[in-house]
């Protein structure tokens, strides 16, 4: 490996070549170039003239290349190659003379570099013990300067204190760090700025010597809040598709991935659930949601990126409901925090909802929350939660109601029939009948379920899903099917099939689900919710708040009257081509035919659990 800095060569066997190279690096000398004449029996001869003792040595090389390795000062000079040799009878020479000068690199500097945070104090350290013997005293033995534009200046310095003159407008901001210790003439900057940024230099007294410390000072973080604080932006127009119908797509992918997620793997007990109720609670968060937050808020509502209308198109959707499902959505958060006003104004805006402020005391926040949730599901839910950890700071809940009558109405009767389990085992269970009741079915290949849609006053149905056998697989596969677009097609296949009289039988229900929506928005992708969300657009002034409880109950009945339901709701029909039975486990949908959107999901496994 060789490095050469320049070469300047005469022609072919004209004198000279005058070669620049780095100290301690190697270059291969050629007595001749390639285009030389070719002499025959030849023989070569390398001198050396010292450039620096002008004395000539006669080198022990023989063959055309002269490889000089490890180049040092004392090999600056002349390098003559004398070739000779016979040209046909006639004795020839040629010649040829390298010059070589040795180019020293500079010395290399070497300094440390220190980071502070813009506003921090900084200590430049400055250790003087290898440059003096135990014996030598020299207060101070250093003086600090520093490199500016205009050359290097002496920094004055004095002792930490706070006695200085009043008149002195300007505060000292450096000093020397404390009583020198171990030889350490370390100085402190306090409260860095921008401009402290730069080279100083610890300089040795009556030496030639110096340590020098590079400052870095970095900016001060932007605040997370700051550009993020504003107001949800307006609405504006779809392109293609209106904006009503973008939030029913999303909210049928959202109910379906919901299912999924809270179904798990095995079906082991009853599910009851609103995804409509969630979906708008979570709707009122992303009203203050901004960054990384917003969007993944986003994605897991299956929201488009960017859909600016999800919260006017939310409320006009909540007034077309109105009749038929009562719809609630809170905030409880610490009374230390303070709210934006634009997050306030529109959560009230587009939700009817304020959000409200915890006490200082827990079992009180309990009975608060508690009695919310009565008030907004008819006192069907009247204890969401038992316990309150006091560090709580931020709560969201949400609520929903519903109450709808048969269109066709069940026969007055107590009638008891089996219901089959899963394992086979057998439980009776009173019943609602009735030997014409006027429905929709049809078996559904997709989802490999007979289906029965029983229409409900305010324009709602239930639809009904059961497995072909009672086996637990079949019900598994048959779950399993259930996404989106199984759904929509179904629905659109079952408003195509005309009404018939049939004899039902279904099992009277009255259950309540409380679920922890945690894990749901964990799995949903959310995570962030509840370590480090950017949730500026409500917490202005605070970036590190974060939602520590996150809960949805449900209550279900079905009853001669109709299905009542609050914060979630569900109900199972049962086959054949005269009769409808649901006397073994089934899912349940209610559907709103005015939004086009499911209300409630769930499955009954066990109809007398609670």
């Known amino acids: 490996?060789?490095?050469?800095?320049?070469?300047?060569?005469?022609?072919?066997?004209?004198?000279?070549?005058?070669?620049?190279?780095?100290?301690?690096?190697?270059?291969?000398?050629?007595?001749?170039?390639?285009?030389?004449?070719?002499?025959?029996?030849?023989?070569?001869?390398?001198?050396?003239?010292?450039?620096?003792?002008?004395?000539?040595?006669?080198?022990?090389?023989?063959?055309k290349l002269l490889n000089l390795r490890n180049i040092d000062i004392t090999q600056e000079g002349q390098y003559k190659c004398v070739h000779a040799g016979y040209k046909g009878e006639d004795r020839m020479r040629l010649s040829r003379t390298f010059t070589i000068h040795v180019k020293v690199p500079p010395p290399f500097q070497e300094w440390q570099v220190i980071k502070e945070v813009y506003g921090n104090d900084v200590t430049l350290p400055c250790k003087t013990a290898r440059f003096f013997s135990s014996g030598e005293t020299v207060y101070p033995p250093v003086v600090w300067k520093r490199e500016t534009e205009n050359g290097m200046v002496d920094l004055k310095l004095d002792k930490d204190t706070n006695d200085q003159e009043e008149e002195d407008k300007t505060p000292q901001r450096i000093f020397w760090n404390s009583s020198p210790k171990e030889q350490d003439w370390a100085i402190k900057i306090s409260q860095t700025i921008e401009e402290d940024a730069g080279m100083y230099h610890c300089v040795i007294s009556n030496t030639s010597q110096m340590l020098s410390v590079e400052l870095e000072v970095e900016a001060p973080p932007v605040p997370r809040c700051s550009g993020h604080t504003g107001p949800w932006e307006d609405c504006e127009e779809q392109d293609s598709r209106s904006g009503k119908a973008i939030l029913q797509d999303s909210l049928k992918d959202f109910s379906a991935s919901v299912y999924a997620e809270l179904k798990g793997s095995k079906p082991q007990t009853n599910l009851i659930f609103s995804p409509i109720s969630i979906a708008v609670a979570l709707y009122n968060l992303l009203l203050g949601a901004r960054g990384e937050t917003r969007t993944q808020l986003e994605g897991a509502l299956r929201i488009p990126s960017g859909f600016s209308c999800v919260h006017s198109e939310t409320k006009k959707l909540k007034k077309e409901i109105k009749g038929t499902l009562g719809m609630a959505s809170a905030i409880f958060y610490s009374p230390e925090q303070q709210l934006a006003e634009a997050f306030l104004n529109q959560s009230k805006e587009f939700y009817d909802a304020v959000p409200e402020k915890l006490t200082n005391d827990s079992n009180q926040n309990v009975i608060l929350i508690n009695q919310w949730v009565a008030k907004e599901t008819n006192k069907k839910i009247t204890e969401l939660i038992d316990y309150m950890d006091p560090t709580t700071s931020f709560v969201l809940l949400n609520a929903v109601y519903f109450n709808g009558k048969w269109k066709t109405v069940f026969e007055k009767t107590k009638k008891m029939e089996n219901f089959m389990k899963f394992s086979g085992e057998v439980i009776e269970v009173q019943v609602l009948y009735s030997s014409k009741y006027n429905l929709q079915m049809s078996y559904n290949k997709k989802l490999q379920a007979e289906v029965g849609k029983f229409p409900l006053t305010g324009k709602n149905s239930l639809y009904i899903l059961i497995p072909r056998t009672t086996s637990e697989e079949s019900f598994v596969l048959m779950e399993n099917n259930i996404n989106k677009d199984s759904i929509e097609a179904m629905v659109s296949e079952m408003n195509k099939i005309p009404s018939q009289s049939a004899e039902v039988i279904l099992p009277k229900i009255k259950l309540s689900v409380n679920t922890q929506l945690e894990d749901l928005l964990r799995n949903l992708g959310l995570s962030e919710l509840f370590s480090n969300p950017n949730l500026c657009g409500i917490f202005p002034e605070d970036s590190e708040s974060f939602i520590s409880d996150a809960r949805h109950s449900a209550f279900l009945s079905l009853t001669e009257k109709g299905v009542e339901a609050a914060a979630a709701t569900s109900v199972s029909f049962s086959r054949s081509f005269s009769s409808f039975v649901a006397l073994q486990p089934f899912v349940l949908i209610l559907w709103s035919d005015e939004v086009d959107t499911p209300l409630f999901m769930g499955r009954i496994i066990n109809p007398t659990d609670p």
Not at 3 to 22: E, F, R
Request: proline letters at 6%; charged letters at 15%.
């Open 1 to 63: 490996m060789f490095l050469v800095l320049l070469l300047l060569c005469a022609g072919l066997s004209l004198t000279t070549c005058d070669i620049t190279v780095h100290l301690n690096s190697s270059i291969p000398l050629s007595c001749l170039p390639d285009d030389a004449p070719v002499l025959d029996d030849p023989k070569y001869t390398w001198s050396f003239t010292s450039a620096h003792t002008k004395e000539q040595h006669t080198l022990e090389e023989k063959g």
